[in-house]
T-cell receptor, first 115, second 111 residues
Framework: GAGVSQSPSNKVTEKGKDVELRCDPI?????LYWYRQSLGQGLEFLIY????????KSGLPSDRFSAERTGGSVSTLTIQRTQQEDSAVYLC?????????????FGPGTRLTVL | DQQVKQNSPSLSVQEGRISILNCDYT??????FLWYKKYPAEGPTFLIS?????DKNEDGRFTVFLNKSAKHLSLHIVPSQPGDSAVYFC??????????FGQGTRLTINP
């Protein structure tokens, strides 16, 4: 069965450029999450989507970061004017309907390197 | 403000022995705790969880213990196997859906 997929797996960009990271959640999962893991750090929550509700953007580190989820499925995380501190592994996860106890399934991540 | 802390960045255990990974948290609103395992170049995979109404949950070789008064949880793996070598993340949630993760502990099982 298909798990969470992310693309690209690796992205190298120059400082100041914009990047888009894509996430395909597990079919039927209505909740989608973005996290990032910087070098030597734990996973840091960025944003999550649940159905048609307004997303929880409380973890986005700056207004250069934005995300959208089209048709309740695929999500794109966009980072504008990238900075070197944006270098990290960006992880997407999905889960079944809104519930405290639903396990989140993670994709393999996108490793972003900003030169 | 690190709400979930894993104070040991690494742990080395002999094959067949018990591995004990520890996690501390500060937010008393957390009511559900999870352990994830991560291999290099892969996303974290769910291992085991525990609700705050319990103090122990067991699944095969894996047992999670929760001490609410101490705001501490631990993951026991027994017996440890070479395939258990990975980074283990403790995570917590309470109310909101987002998971708050610790920094991870790299477990190495030596043959």
């Amino acid at each position: 069965g298909a798990g969470v997929s992310q693309s690209p797996s690796n992205k190298v960009t120059e400082k100041g450029k914009d990047v888009e990271l894509r996430c395909d959640p597990i079919s039927g999962h209505t909740a989608l999450y973005w996290y990032r893991q910087s070098l030597g750090q734990g996973l840091e929550f960025l944003i999550y989507f649940q159905g048609n509700s307004a997303p929880d953007k409380s973890g986005l580190p700056s207004d250069r970061f934005s995300a959208e989820r089209t048709g309740g499925s695929v999500s794109t995380l966009t980072i504008q004017r990238t900075q070197q501190e944006d270098s990290a592994v960006y992880l997407c996860a999905s889960s079944l309907a809104f519930s405290s106890y639903n396990e989140q399934f993670f994709g393999p991540g996108t490793r972003l390197t900003v030169l | 403000d690190q709400q979930v802390k894993q104070n040991s960045p690494s742990l080395s255990v002999q094959e067949g022995r018990i591995s004990i990974l520890n996690c501390d948290y500060t937010n008393s609103m957390f009511d559900y705790f999870l352990w994830y395992k991560k291999y290099p170049a892969e996303g974290p995979t769910f291992l085991i969880s525990i609700s705050s109404i319990k103090d122990k949950n067991e699944d095969g070789r894996f047992t999670v213990f929760l001490n609410k008064s101490a705001k501490h949880l631990s993951l026991h793996i027994v017996p440890s196997q070479p395939g258990d070598s990975a980074v283990y993340f403790c995570a917590a949630k309470g109310g909101a859906q987002k998971l708050v993760f610790g920094q991870g502990t790299r477990l190495t099982i030596n043959p």
